[in-house]
């Protein structure tokens, strides 16, 4: 038996990081943009991990799910790559985690908090399970934390005019950007006085700026390696396409 699990890609435009001593209360506080083309995993009896074709040994997120969820294969489908800023091992995570659930019949909520321990312990990242989870978009993690415990609200914006597009930069640890900014509840603020495409894109641009990551295209903003751009850019070489994600992860 094998299930197949979709996940959307999730790139964050401001994140504030909340420590406790808890992973699954620990989390950030943010906006994150959630996008299409989804993720397609496909988990079956069976040990192992292949993206693209590739397999992966070294990854700690599988290796802790493995032992709270118990172990099978996964084999993953993606347009885009490891490393650069999609949020993929939160979606690598989450798809894991919610293909065991049907598999083996874990509850939903602990499955999918689950994976956002894993990305925690392992500084994999902050936010990316529970917005994939929600998806829809625009999504504002209002309160830090797993499912059933941080708080999100879908920000929905007309998106129709505002194209979206990334490109790769070059490939980053997380922990290099998990850098707590005071700025960040204020740019979040702002946003949400006025929320729009552009303002989003405004807000994300200064913030990821102040952290040292800059963007020489108008209309956009660096997240570790990966380039965010609305409105059709100049030159067509690398950029790939996107469309707000219609839903949060699912069980095919």
């Known amino acids: 038996m094998e299930v197949e699990v979709h996940v959307p ?6 994140w504030y990081p909340v420590y406790t001593d808890n992973p699954l209360t620990t989390g950030s506080i943010g906006l994150t943009l959630t996008l299409e083309p989804f993720i397609v995993a496909t988990v079956k009896e069976g040990e192992g991990l292949v993206f693209n074709g590739n397999e992966i040994k070294d990854f700690p997120n599988y290796e802790y799910l493995k032992r709270k969820l118990g172990t099978y294969k996964m084999v993953v489908e993606s347009r885009v790559p490891l490393g650069y800023g ?33 990305e925690v312990i392992n500084s994999n990242g902050l936010g990316d399970v529970i917005a994939q989870y929600y998806g829809k978009g625009l999504v504002y993690r209002k ?29 980053l640890p997380t922990k290099s950007i998990i850098k707590k900014n005071e700025n960040a509840l204020k740019l979040i603020q702002d946003f949400l006085n006025s929320p729009s495409p552009l303002k ?21 903003y660096r997240k570790k390696g990966v380039i ?5 850019p100049n030159e067509n070489i690398g ?13 095919k």
Not at 228 to 232: D, M, P
């Open 200 to 220: 989003f894109i405004e807000v994300a641009s200064i913030f990821t700026r102040e952290l040292g990551f800059t963007s020489p295209y108008p209309y956009s």
């Open 86 to 118: 999609y949020g993929l091992s939160g979606a690598l995570s989450l798809a894991y985690a919610l293909g065991v659930k049907e598999l083996k019949g874990v509850k939903e909520e602990e499955a999918v908090n689950q994976a956002h321990i894993s």
């Open 143 to 171: 309160k830090p934390g797993g499912l059933g415990v941080g708080e999100v609200e879908v920000i929905e914006l007309d998106w129709s005019n505002y194209p979206i597009y990334t490109k790769t930069v070059e490939q």
């Open 228 to 232: 965010v751009k609305i409105f059709e």
């Open 9 to 14: 890609l999730s790139i964050s435009g401001i």
């Open 239 to 251: 950029w790939i396409k996107h469309e707000i994600a219609k839903r949060g992860a699912y069980v």
